[in-house]
């Protein structure tokens, strides 16, 4: 059984470009969340979408955005990046109900040059 | 808001010992707690899930507690090896909201000496 896998392992980016992450869950597993995590702050929740609806959302600025498609692969999106935006960000997916086991991918380091 | 911490946040023992990583939170309203592993620069690896209404989990030589009207839980690591060594993490899983579903604590980071 294939597990999380995400898409670029590795990013280096200008400050006010923009980014997309992918995010592939486990087959049969409805439910993604994404996090940041850097040194400084540990792992902050971003938001968390179900069948294609955001369900959760993080207290980071509107620059953070995400989406969910029918096949519940997620991408996650970060415009006019800034040098703060440097971080691993990690994707969790898990069947969705509240007693389920999250599985996280291999997450996607981004630097912003 | 729930608050989950880890002491200690490092820890260095000689192979073979046993050890002891501790993790408390605030809200005891929690559907289960989970801890993770996590090597330098890589994801999370899920080690135990205890759900909200059990006692304790285990898995070859670990051993995960949870006392949630005390709001504690441990990782018990029996006979370590150098392999172990890695930062251990663990997570609540909460009602959602702004701090999502899964509220982390800062991670005990272990290293394990031959």
């Known amino acids: 059984k294939a597990g999380v896998t995400q898409t670029p392992r590795y990013l280096i980016k200008t400050r006010g470009q923009q980014v997309t992450l992918s995010c592939s869950p486990i087959s049969g597993h409805r439910s993604v969340s994404w996090y940041q995590q850097t040194p400084g702050q540990g792992l902050q929740f971003l938001f968390e979408y179900f069948s294609e609806t955001q369900r959760n959302k993080g207290n980071f600025p509107g620059r953070f955005s995400g989406r969910q498609f029918s096949n519940s692969r997620s991408e996650m999106n970060v415009s006019t990046l800034e040098l703060g935006d440097s971080a691993l960000y990690l994707c969790?997916?898990?069947?969705?109900?509240?007693?389920?086991?999250?599985?996280f991918g291999q997450g996607t380091r981004l630097t912003v040059v | 808001k729930q608050e989950v911490t880890q002491i200690p946040a490092a820890l260095s023992v000689p192979e073979g010992e046993n050890l002891v990583l501790n993790c408390s939170f605030t809200d005891s309203a929690i559907y289960n707690l989970q801890w993770f592993r996590q090597d330098p620069g890589k994801g999370l690896t899920s080690l135990l899930l205890i759900q909200s209404s059990q006692r304790e989990q285990t898995s070859g030589r670990l051993n995960a507690s949870l006392d949630k009207s005390s709001g504690r839980s441990t990782l018990y690591i029996a006979a370590s090896q150098p392999g172990d060594s890695a930062t251990y993490l663990c997570a609540v899983r909460n009602y959602g909201g702004s701090q999502g579903n899964l509220i982390f604590g800062k991670g005990t980071k272990l290293s394990v000496k031959p």
């Open positions: 969790a997916s898990s069947f969705g109900q509240a007693n389920t086991e999250a599985f």
